[in-house]
């Protein structure tokens, strides 16, 4: 079966530090990959999705990048994080070129910038 | 543009009772599907009911349906004999060609017992 592991589920950073936050996923290969932030109680907004290794679309111009060194591996990084950084951040992934398996998440990130 | 909307950003319902959350999006696609994802306390994105755009039959999972309306663009959820652990943040959302999950603003149901 399939599984999606995103660490560390909590994370309290200074601001202007560096951030790095990684997802995994297991049992499938060449999935869609996807990072999610959500503001205080309300909706997702994309960041970034991956449909393969190297290959990063971003959304919205912002202090966050995001890498995937391998095929199930999806990282979120920042060089100098901003009080705005802060957020639940969520992974996910989906099966390529099927829509209707849906998208599964992993647990979020709660992160905080003070 | 492709958009997902939900109007209601606050709904409750007496336990065991019976409610339904809209949503409305837009796309012109003709083959697409459509999800509802309930996020509770706890924040895990949990996949609640999937429609199929050419099914005209709507989709029902257990006390889960929709009401899939797609002339009308308009696909709702209804919960019935709503339980405590329904309570959670709900919301809509469309998968467009591209891969990109897009989601609506969410409505955020209390379960009162």
Sequence with gaps: SQTIHQWPAT??????????LECTVEGTSNPNLYWYRQAAGRGLQLLFYSVGIGQISSEVPQN????????????????KLLLSDSGFYLCAWSVRGRRNYGYTFGSGTRLTVV | AQTVTQSQ???????????????????????????????????QMILVI???????????????????QKAAKSFSLKISDSQLGDAAMYFCAYPNQGGKLIFGQGTELSVKP
């Design chain 2, 50 to 68: 999937r429609q199929e755009a050419y099914k005209q039959q709507n989709a029902t999972e257990n006390r889960f349906s929709v009401n899939f």
């Design chain 2, 9 to 43: 950003p606050e709904m409750s319902v007496q336990e065991a009772e019976t409610v339904t959350l809209s949503c409305t999006y837009d796309t012109s696609e003709s083959d697409y599907y459509l999800f509802w994802y309930k996020q509770p306390p706890s924040r």
């Design chain 1, 11 to 20: 994370l309290v950073q200074p601001v202007g530090s560096p951030l790095s």
């Design chain 1, 64 to 79: 966050l990048s995001a890498s995937r060194p391998q095929d199930r591996q999806f990282i979120l990084s920042s060089k």
